[in-house]
């Protein structure tokens, strides 16, 4: 089993910036992809990013790449989603997430942390 903590959300004025960090524990973090996905009020859970379990590889939903940049440490067994020129539609609850394969497809992910509120003002 393998247990996620997000951290670092908050409220931000648009054109803002945020770093959301996700802690992993009771598994193997290397071996695993990680994901970040996001659900507003009233929407779905989306795809946010995803980074391969070595790092080499990321890919971005359109509408934030150029804006947040997804990383790892896997010494620390810890995903990062740094978040530039944040925009009010940004405005979510952030989940990271773990799978074993690298996918942007959310019922591949195996575990999820209990998400952080971001809230991005105009």
């Known amino acids: 089993q393998v247990q996620l903590v997000e951290s670092g959300g908050g409220l931000v004025q648009a054109g803002g910036s945020l770093r959301l960090s996700c802690a992993a524990s009771g598994g193997t973090f290397s071996s695993y992809a990680m994901g970040w996905f996001r659900q507003a009020p009233g929407k779905e859970r989306e795809f946010v990013a995803y980074?391969?379990?070595?790092?080499?590889?990321?890919y971005y939903t359109d509408s934030v790449r150029g804006r947040f940049t997804i990383s790892r440490d896997n010494a620390k067994n810890t995903v990062y989603l740094q978040m530039n020129s944040l925009k009010p539609e940004d405005t979510a609850f952030y989940y990271c997430a773990a799978s074993r394969v690298t996918t942007r497809e959310r019922g591949l992910y195996d575990y999820w942390g209990q998400g952080t509120q971001v809230t991005v003002s105009s």
């Open positions: 980074i391969s379990s070595s790092g080499v590889r990321t």
